[in-house]
């Protein structure tokens, strides 16, 4: 298993910045993308941005140009830089990675999702 734990949700104005931070943890597993979605309420849930092992990178169009998403393999940790924040960009944010876990004598595939973190923008 894989555990995923965010942080860095708060209230900001627009036009302020917030970086999320979430960490991974576990036994005998390696990740491969790492990413982060979000969920406004009565919204379904988006990607907003991943990024591969190897640092490629992939985002929404809603927010290219002000978030920024960056990794640290050695720590198993993901970032999300987001900047020039906007009133829609209030949601909960997941961190998810898809990862493969050693388990049972074998490696097994499998996406995990973190609890969210709760990000609110203010007009």
């Known amino acids: 298993q894989v555990q995923l734990v965010e942080s860095g949700g708060d209230l900001v104005q627009a036009g302020g910045s917030l970086r999320l931070s979430c960490a991974a943890s576990?036994?005998?597993?390696?990740?491969?993308?790492m990413g982060w979605h979000r969920q406004a309420p009565g919204k379904q849930r988006d990607l907003v941005a991943s990024?591969?092992?190897?640092?490629?990178?992939n985002y929404a169009d809603s927010v290219k140009g002000r978030f920024t998403i960056s990794r640290d393999n050695a720590k198993n940790m993901v970032y999300l830089q987001m900047n020039s924040l906007k009133p829609e960009d209030t949601a909960t944010y997941y961190c998810?990675?898809?990862?493969?876990?050693?388990?049972?004598?074998?490696?097994?595939?499998?996406?995990?999702w973190g609890q969210g973190t709760q990000v609110t923008v203010s007009s």
């Open positions: 998810a990675c898809s990862a493969i876990v050693y388990r049972n004598g074998i490696w097994a595939s499998g996406d995990y």
């Open positions: 576990g036994r005998g597993f390696s990740i491969n993308t």
């Open positions: 990024i591969t092992s190897t640092g490629g990178t």
